[in-house]
Protein backbone atom coordinates (compact mmCIF):
# COMPACT_ATOMS: atom_id res chain seq x y z
CA UNK A 1 0.00 0.00 0.00
CA UNK A 2 1.68 3.44 -0.77
CA UNK A 3 2.36 5.90 1.66
CA UNK A 4 0.03 8.77 -0.45
CA UNK A 5 -2.56 5.99 -1.41
CA UNK A 6 -6.22 6.52 -0.10
CA UNK A 7 -9.06 4.28 0.91
CA UNK A 8 -11.75 4.30 -1.55
CA UNK A 9 -14.75 4.54 0.73
CA UNK A 10 -13.41 7.75 2.17
CA UNK A 11 -13.95 9.82 -1.37
CA UNK A 12 -16.52 11.79 -1.69
CA UNK A 13 -18.28 12.59 -4.83
CA UNK A 14 -17.24 15.91 -5.22
CA UNK A 15 -13.27 14.82 -4.38
CA UNK A 16 -13.67 12.34 -7.32
CA UNK A 17 -15.04 14.22 -9.52
CA UNK A 18 -12.13 16.48 -9.12
CA UNK A 19 -9.62 13.77 -9.37
CA UNK A 20 -11.00 12.03 -12.43
CA UNK A 21 -10.49 15.55 -14.26
CA UNK A 22 -7.20 15.56 -12.95
CA UNK A 23 -6.52 11.97 -14.88
CA UNK A 24 -8.04 13.51 -17.61
CA UNK A 25 -11.12 11.99 -17.56
CA UNK A 26 -14.91 12.99 -16.98
CA UNK A 27 -17.04 13.74 -14.23
CA UNK A 28 -19.12 10.52 -15.27
CA UNK A 29 -16.44 8.60 -13.77
CA UNK A 30 -17.72 9.10 -10.62
CA UNK A 31 -21.08 8.12 -11.04
CA UNK A 32 -19.84 4.29 -12.36
CA UNK A 33 -17.45 4.20 -9.65
CA UNK A 34 -19.90 4.59 -6.95
CA UNK A 35 -22.19 2.30 -8.40
CA UNK A 36 -19.60 -0.39 -8.67
CA UNK A 37 -18.72 0.48 -4.97
CA UNK A 38 -22.06 0.82 -3.37
CA UNK A 39 -24.46 -0.74 -5.44
CA UNK A 40 -23.09 -3.73 -6.71
CA UNK A 41 -20.42 -3.81 -3.95
CA UNK A 42 -16.98 -4.74 -5.98
CA UNK A 43 -14.09 -5.26 -3.58
CA UNK A 44 -11.56 -4.89 -6.30
CA UNK A 45 -10.82 -2.46 -8.98
CA UNK A 46 -10.09 -5.35 -11.79
CA UNK A 47 -13.73 -6.47 -11.38
CA UNK A 48 -14.96 -2.79 -12.97
CA UNK A 49 -15.29 -3.25 -16.82
CA UNK A 50 -16.77 -0.24 -18.17
CA UNK A 51 -13.41 1.57 -17.62
CA UNK A 52 -10.28 1.51 -19.57
CA UNK A 53 -7.21 -0.58 -18.36
CA UNK A 54 -5.32 2.93 -17.92
CA UNK A 55 -7.86 4.15 -15.70
CA UNK A 56 -7.84 0.99 -14.00
CA UNK A 57 -4.72 1.09 -13.10
CA UNK A 58 -4.50 4.72 -12.04
CA UNK A 59 -6.80 4.03 -9.65
CA UNK A 60 -5.26 0.89 -8.22
CA UNK A 61 -2.61 2.99 -7.83
CA UNK A 62 -4.16 5.84 -5.84
CA UNK A 63 -6.50 4.11 -3.83
CA UNK A 64 -7.13 0.71 -2.16
CA UNK A 65 -10.08 -0.98 -0.67
CA UNK A 66 -10.11 -1.13 3.13
CA UNK A 67 -11.29 -3.73 5.13
CA UNK A 68 -13.16 -3.84 8.72
CA UNK A 69 -13.50 -7.56 10.77
CA UNK A 70 -16.37 -8.80 13.10
CA UNK A 71 -14.62 -9.25 16.14
CA UNK A 72 -17.49 -9.95 18.47
CA UNK A 73 -21.56 -10.13 17.82
CA UNK A 74 -24.12 -9.89 20.19
CA UNK A 75 -27.73 -10.04 19.88
CA UNK A 76 -30.87 -9.69 21.81
CA UNK A 77 -34.41 -9.20 21.20
CA UNK A 78 -34.29 -6.53 17.91
CA UNK A 79 -30.90 -5.45 17.97
CA UNK A 80 -27.09 -6.61 17.49
CA UNK A 81 -24.05 -5.13 18.59
CA UNK A 82 -20.85 -5.45 16.89
CA UNK A 83 -17.20 -4.87 18.04
CA UNK A 84 -15.60 -4.31 14.82
CA UNK A 85 -11.61 -3.92 14.00
CA UNK A 86 -10.43 -1.27 11.69
CA UNK A 87 -7.25 -2.40 9.51
CA UNK A 88 -4.59 -0.75 12.17
CA UNK A 89 -5.89 -2.96 14.61
CA UNK A 90 -8.18 -0.44 16.73
CA UNK A 91 -11.54 -1.50 17.36
CA UNK A 92 -14.61 0.49 17.52
CA UNK A 93 -18.37 -0.78 17.91
CA UNK A 94 -21.83 -0.18 16.15
CA UNK A 95 -25.61 -1.39 16.85
CA UNK A 96 -28.09 -2.26 14.64
CA UNK A 97 -31.86 -1.34 16.28
CA UNK A 98 -34.89 -2.56 14.49
CA UNK A 99 -37.44 0.03 15.07
CA UNK A 100 -41.20 -0.16 13.28
CA UNK A 101 -39.63 2.43 10.77
CA UNK A 102 -36.76 0.64 9.58
CA UNK A 103 -33.59 -0.62 10.55
CA UNK A 104 -31.30 2.07 12.21
CA UNK A 105 -27.27 1.69 12.43
CA UNK A 106 -25.58 3.67 15.93
CA UNK A 107 -21.97 3.83 14.28
CA UNK A 108 -18.97 5.11 16.00
CA UNK A 109 -16.93 8.03 15.40
CA UNK A 110 -13.63 7.72 17.04
CA UNK A 111 -11.61 5.56 18.97
CA UNK A 112 -12.05 6.17 22.11
CA UNK A 113 -13.58 9.24 23.50
CA UNK A 114 -11.95 12.26 25.29
CA UNK A 115 -15.29 13.61 26.86
CA UNK A 116 -15.21 11.14 29.89
CA UNK A 117 -19.01 11.56 30.41
CA UNK A 118 -19.03 9.63 33.65
CA UNK A 119 -22.26 7.43 33.08
CA UNK A 120 -20.50 6.18 29.47
CA UNK A 121 -18.20 2.99 29.06
CA UNK A 122 -16.36 4.89 26.16
CA UNK A 123 -15.53 7.90 28.57
CA UNK A 124 -13.02 5.33 30.14
CA UNK A 125 -11.55 4.98 26.96
CA UNK A 126 -9.02 7.73 26.25
CA UNK A 127 -9.12 8.53 22.44
CA UNK A 128 -6.80 6.64 20.52
CA UNK A 129 -7.34 8.87 16.97
CA UNK A 130 -10.40 10.17 14.82
CA UNK A 131 -12.11 7.52 12.70
CA UNK A 132 -12.06 7.75 8.96
CA UNK A 133 -14.82 8.56 6.50
CA UNK A 134 -14.67 5.54 4.55
CA UNK A 135 -14.60 3.38 7.90
CA UNK A 136 -18.24 5.07 9.04
CA UNK A 137 -18.96 4.00 5.72
CA UNK A 138 -17.93 0.32 5.86
CA UNK A 139 -19.49 -0.05 9.45
CA UNK A 140 -22.86 0.11 7.35
CA UNK A 141 -21.48 -1.72 4.23
CA UNK A 142 -20.20 -4.69 7.06
CA UNK A 143 -23.18 -4.53 8.81
CA UNK A 144 -25.72 -4.80 5.76
CA UNK A 145 -23.16 -7.53 4.25
CA UNK A 146 -23.54 -9.42 7.72
CA UNK A 147 -26.81 -9.73 7.92
CA UNK A 148 -28.50 -9.13 4.72
CA UNK A 149 -30.50 -6.23 5.42
CA UNK A 150 -30.76 -2.49 3.93
CA UNK A 151 -30.08 -0.13 6.82
CA UNK A 152 -32.30 3.29 6.52
CA UNK A 153 -31.35 4.97 9.01
CA UNK A 154 -27.92 6.01 10.84
CA UNK A 155 -27.14 7.75 14.15
CA UNK A 156 -23.52 8.74 14.60
CA UNK A 157 -23.64 7.92 18.13
CA UNK A 158 -21.27 5.42 19.68
CA UNK A 159 -17.99 5.60 20.48
CA UNK A 160 -16.39 8.95 20.05
CA UNK A 161 -17.25 12.83 20.00
CA UNK A 162 -18.69 13.30 16.22
CA UNK A 163 -17.86 17.43 16.58
CA UNK A 164 -14.82 16.36 17.96
CA UNK A 165 -13.96 14.98 14.50
CA UNK A 166 -16.05 17.18 12.51
CA UNK A 167 -14.53 16.94 8.59
CA UNK A 168 -14.36 13.31 8.89
CA UNK A 169 -18.25 13.42 10.16
CA UNK A 170 -19.36 15.86 6.56
CA UNK A 171 -17.52 13.81 4.58
CA UNK A 172 -19.42 10.20 5.66
CA UNK A 173 -22.55 12.51 5.13
CA UNK A 174 -21.80 13.51 1.87
CA UNK A 175 -21.04 9.95 0.49
CA UNK A 176 -23.68 7.64 2.26
CA UNK A 177 -26.23 10.67 1.03
CA UNK A 178 -25.46 10.66 -2.92
CA UNK A 179 -28.03 9.12 -4.61
CA UNK A 180 -25.46 7.63 -6.64
CA UNK A 181 -24.59 5.05 -3.84
CA UNK A 182 -25.65 4.01 -0.27
CA UNK A 183 -28.15 6.35 -1.32
CA UNK A 184 -29.17 7.81 2.66
CA UNK A 185 -31.77 10.32 3.42
CA UNK A 186 -30.29 13.15 5.05
CA UNK A 187 -33.23 13.04 7.14
CA UNK A 188 -32.49 9.78 8.05
CA UNK A 189 -29.16 10.51 9.13
CA UNK A 190 -28.63 11.88 13.12
CA UNK A 191 -25.35 13.57 14.57
CA UNK A 192 -25.45 13.40 18.18
CA UNK A 193 -23.19 15.88 20.06
CA UNK A 194 -22.67 16.54 24.06
CA UNK A 195 -22.68 19.94 23.37
CA UNK A 196 -19.20 21.06 21.62
CA UNK A 197 -21.03 24.90 20.99
CA UNK A 198 -18.24 26.40 18.22
CA UNK A 199 -18.85 23.51 16.00
CA UNK A 200 -23.20 22.95 16.67
CA UNK A 201 -23.03 27.16 15.22
CA UNK A 202 -20.73 25.54 12.06
CA UNK A 203 -23.17 23.16 11.61
CA UNK A 204 -26.13 25.08 11.36
CA UNK A 205 -24.22 26.22 7.88
CA UNK A 206 -23.69 22.14 6.92
CA UNK A 207 -25.94 21.97 3.70
CA UNK A 208 -27.27 19.00 4.12
CA UNK A 209 -30.78 18.67 6.21
CA UNK A 210 -29.88 15.89 8.60
CA UNK A 211 -31.09 15.82 12.01
CA UNK A 212 -29.10 17.04 15.50
CA UNK A 213 -29.50 15.92 19.02
CA UNK A 214 -28.16 16.70 22.04
CA UNK A 215 -26.41 14.56 24.58
CA UNK A 216 -28.27 16.93 27.74
CA UNK A 217 -28.83 14.48 30.70
CA UNK A 218 -29.76 17.25 33.18
CA UNK A 219 -31.32 20.62 33.13
CA UNK A 220 -28.85 22.36 35.16
CA UNK A 221 -25.14 23.29 35.35
CA UNK A 222 -24.02 22.08 38.72
CA UNK A 223 -25.54 18.55 38.17
CA UNK A 224 -24.99 18.43 33.95
CA UNK A 225 -20.72 19.26 35.12
CA UNK A 226 -20.32 16.25 37.43
CA UNK A 227 -22.34 14.48 34.73
CA UNK A 228 -20.40 15.84 31.92
CA UNK A 229 -16.87 17.42 32.00
CA UNK A 230 -17.79 19.31 28.41
CA UNK A 231 -20.00 21.57 30.78
CA UNK A 232 -17.31 23.19 32.28
CA UNK A 233 -16.21 24.71 29.04
CA UNK A 234 -19.67 25.15 27.60
CA UNK A 235 -22.09 25.67 29.89
CA UNK A 236 -25.90 24.96 29.80
CA UNK A 237 -25.96 29.04 28.70
CA UNK A 238 -23.72 28.73 26.08
CA UNK A 239 -25.03 25.33 24.71
CA UNK A 240 -28.68 26.79 24.22
CA UNK A 241 -27.46 29.98 23.24
CA UNK A 242 -25.70 27.84 20.16
CA UNK A 243 -29.19 25.99 19.87
CA UNK A 244 -31.54 28.74 19.00
CA UNK A 245 -28.94 30.21 16.79
CA UNK A 246 -29.38 26.69 15.17
CA UNK A 247 -32.60 26.34 15.30
CA UNK A 248 -32.84 29.99 13.85
CA UNK A 249 -30.82 29.31 11.01
CA UNK A 250 -31.70 25.85 9.70
CA UNK A 251 -35.18 25.77 10.90
CA UNK A 252 -35.13 22.30 11.73
CA UNK A 253 -35.98 20.60 15.32
CA UNK A 254 -33.58 19.50 17.51
CA UNK A 255 -33.53 16.01 19.71
CA UNK A 256 -32.17 15.88 23.52
CA UNK A 257 -30.86 13.14 24.80
CA UNK A 258 -31.94 12.14 28.44
CA UNK A 259 -30.30 9.38 30.02
CA UNK A 260 -32.49 8.16 33.15
CA UNK A 261 -30.20 7.37 36.08
CA UNK A 262 -31.98 6.15 39.34
CA UNK A 263 -31.86 9.01 42.23
CA UNK A 264 -29.51 11.31 39.73
CA UNK A 265 -31.62 13.06 37.08
CA UNK A 266 -34.60 11.75 37.55
CA UNK A 267 -36.70 13.23 40.33
CA UNK A 268 -39.59 15.52 39.86
CA UNK A 269 -38.27 19.10 40.49
CA UNK A 270 -35.49 18.24 38.09
CA UNK A 271 -38.35 17.71 35.29
CA UNK A 272 -40.02 20.54 35.80
CA UNK A 273 -36.82 22.47 35.56
CA UNK A 274 -35.83 20.61 32.50
CA UNK A 275 -39.81 22.26 30.90
CA UNK A 276 -38.73 25.47 31.95
CA UNK A 277 -35.12 25.32 30.30
CA UNK A 278 -36.74 23.72 26.73
CA UNK A 279 -40.14 25.76 26.48
CA UNK A 280 -40.86 27.87 23.71
CA UNK A 281 -37.85 25.49 22.23
CA UNK A 282 -38.49 23.42 18.52
CA UNK A 283 -36.95 20.05 20.07
CA UNK A 284 -38.41 16.96 21.88
CA UNK A 285 -37.01 14.97 24.31
CA UNK A 286 -35.96 11.34 24.06
CA UNK A 287 -35.75 9.00 27.38
CA UNK A 288 -33.41 6.75 27.21
CA UNK A 289 -33.62 3.80 30.17
CA UNK A 290 -29.99 3.74 31.36
CA UNK A 291 -27.78 0.23 30.28
CA UNK A 292 -26.08 -0.45 33.02
CA UNK A 293 -22.34 -1.81 33.41
CA UNK A 294 -20.74 -3.54 35.64
CA UNK A 295 -17.98 -0.97 36.29
CA UNK A 296 -20.07 2.07 36.75
CA UNK A 297 -22.36 2.82 39.69
CA UNK A 298 -25.23 4.13 38.25
CA UNK A 299 -28.57 2.26 38.09
CA UNK A 300 -31.54 2.52 35.59
CA UNK A 301 -34.56 4.35 36.95
CA UNK A 302 -37.40 2.87 37.41
CA UNK A 303 -40.16 2.95 34.82
CA UNK A 304 -42.68 4.20 37.54
CA UNK A 305 -39.84 7.09 37.72
CA UNK A 306 -39.69 7.31 33.91
CA UNK A 307 -43.00 7.54 33.88
CA UNK A 308 -43.64 10.38 36.02
CA UNK A 309 -41.12 12.76 34.38
CA UNK A 310 -42.68 11.62 31.13
CA UNK A 311 -46.01 12.59 32.06
CA UNK A 312 -44.43 15.68 33.78
CA UNK A 313 -42.80 17.37 30.19
CA UNK A 314 -45.82 16.44 28.86
CA UNK A 315 -48.28 18.30 31.15
CA UNK A 316 -45.70 21.18 30.28
CA UNK A 317 -45.86 20.74 26.39
CA UNK A 318 -42.80 19.60 25.72
CA UNK A 319 -42.28 16.74 23.21
CA UNK A 320 -41.16 13.62 24.68
CA UNK A 321 -40.79 10.03 24.11
CA UNK A 322 -39.16 7.11 25.80
CA UNK A 323 -36.77 4.72 23.71
CA UNK A 324 -37.69 1.39 23.55
CA UNK A 325 -35.32 -0.45 25.67
CA UNK A 326 -32.49 -2.28 23.52
CA UNK A 327 -30.21 -5.05 24.63
CA UNK A 328 -30.77 -5.27 27.94
CA UNK A 329 -29.21 -8.82 27.82
CA UNK A 330 -26.35 -8.03 26.03
CA UNK A 331 -23.38 -5.13 26.48
CA UNK A 332 -25.76 -2.88 24.23
CA UNK A 333 -24.35 0.34 26.32
CA UNK A 334 -21.64 2.44 24.25
CA UNK A 335 -17.67 1.32 24.73
CA UNK A 336 -18.94 -1.73 26.66
CA UNK A 337 -18.05 -4.87 24.24
CA UNK A 338 -14.72 -2.70 23.79
CA UNK A 339 -14.35 -2.18 27.91
CA UNK A 340 -14.60 -6.66 27.86
CA UNK A 341 -12.41 -6.76 25.36
CA UNK A 342 -9.17 -4.61 26.77
CA UNK A 343 -10.00 -6.10 30.39
CA UNK A 344 -9.48 -10.03 29.47
CA UNK A 345 -6.62 -9.50 27.39
Partial sequence: MGVCMESIYSMTSSRLDDYFISIGEKKYRTKQLFDWIYVKRIKSFDMITNMKKEVIELLKKDFYFDNIEIVNKQSDELVYKYLLKLSDGNTIE?????????????????????????FCESGKIKKIRDVKSGEMVLQILKIESDLDIRISHVVIMGIGEPFDNYQNICDFIEIVNSNMGINLGSRHITVSTCGIVPKIYEFSEFPYQVNLAISLHAPNNELRSKLMPINKVYNIEKLMESIKFYLEKTNRRVTFEYIMLSGVNDTQELALELSRLLKGINCYVNLIPYNETNTLEYKRSSKERIMTFYDIL???????????????????????????????A
Fill in 94 to 118: AVLMEHDYGKSLCISSEVGCNMACS
Fill in 314 to 344: KKNNISCTIRREFGGKISAACGQLKTIKENL
